[in-house]
């Protein structure tokens, strides 16, 4: 009975003594160019972004989930969910919603951060503010929850940002407070042209800047740096080490550089992605199951460099 009440109070104190990102952190608020806590301090979210739901749903799953936030120290992960190609959110709104709502409900139970992703290159307007409103009363009392609104438009800026502007509105009429992701032309690449015309009145919104290494060299760091200079706050919530396509060679000096960047101004990053097609970006081996915990052999070589640098910069700069 005693060794029983000994097992009961360590149990508890274990618990107790757990804490993980969102406990630690709290609600995100945006402070000039910088992510900072409910404290003040500035914060860095590393983690993955798992692939378009409606390619990869067996991924969207609580266990996934788990594995990431606890064996790969993720401190945040990104529901990816497609909107317009045949089977994604367009043509049926509730499975995709599903998937999502599983993966931030997961998120959610491991304290970890998590970014609800209108994974679309189309304007969608009418449909995305009905999501986002949904999400925003489901979950906008969650600190958890980052909401992006456009994952990577080809419009131009002046209609992504009337977009923007609407969803923003339909989000900040229900949620407040929570971290809103804005997008811009080129795949998230044209950062200059926000800054150069930011959207005003809004609080606690980053816009973002994805990059693939291979492709994008130091010219698209250079219209960060033109941004950050603006005082325009990034966020990279899509990076990997190869082409833009998603293929090819790693590029591991230009990922290399593109890392020390993101570090040295503590801006946020998420790798692309939790699936296993036969392409570089995909981190999963086709063989590997969808649940985890994963070994070395279920993962290709993307999918462990990633997997080694969220979880040392997460262990040694305390996530
Ligand atoms: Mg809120």
Not at 26 to 41: C, E, H, R, S, Y
Not at 52 to 65: D, G, L
Not at 304 to 316: G, L, P, T, Y
Request: with cysteine; proline share 5%; hydrophobic share 40%.
């Amino acid at each position: 009975m005693k060794k029983f009440a000994l097992l009961i109070t360590l149990l508890a104190t274990g618990l107790a003594a757990y804490a993980g990102p969102v406990s630690k952190h709290g609600p995100l608020k945006v402070t000039g160019t910088q992510l900072t806590d409910q404290t003040g301090q500035p914060v860095v979210l590393r983690g993955v972004s798992f692939g378009w739901s409606n390619w990869w749903p067996q991924y969207y799953n609580p266990e996934a989930v788990h594995t990431l936030a606890t064996d790969w120290q993720c401190s945040v992960l990104r529901a990816a969910m497609g909107v317009e190609p045949e089977g994604a959110y367009l043509s049926g709104p509730k499975p995709q919603t599903n998937l999502v709502t599983t993966v931030v409900e997961a998120a959610i139970k491991n304290d970890v951060y998590v970014i609800i992703d209108w994974h679309s290159h189309g304007i969608r307007t009418d449909e995305a503010v009905r999501f986002f409103q949904e999400m925003a009363t489901r979950y906008g009392h969650y600190p958890n929850v980052i909401y992006e609104i456009f994952n990577e438009p080809v419009q131009t800026w002046k209609e992504v940002k009337d977009y923007s502007e609407t969803v923003i509105r339909a989000i900040r009429a229900i949620d407040g407070d929570n971290l809103i992701l804005v997008g811009n032309p080129h795949w998230d690449q044209d950062v200059h042209l926000v800054a150069d015309d930011p959207l005003v009145g809004f609080d606690n919104i980053m816009y973002t800047l994805h990059f693939y290494a291979a492709t994008h060299k130091e010219w698209l760091i250079e219209r960060g740096n033109y941004a950050l200079k603006k005082n325009i706050p990034l966020f990279v919530s899509e990076c990997a080490g190869m082409e833009a396509s998603g293929d090819g060679a790693l590029d591991l000096e230009s990922w290399g550089k593109w890392l020390h960047w993101m570090e040295t101004n503590r801006i946020s990053w998420v790798c692309w992605s939790i699936s296993s097609k036969e392409e570089t970006c995909s981190m999963m081996q086709p063989e590997a199951g969808p649940h985890g915990p994963w070994q070395d052999n279920d993962l290709k070589k993307w999918g462990i460099i990633a997997r080694d640098v969220i979880r040392k910069m997460n262990r040694e700069r305390e996530r």
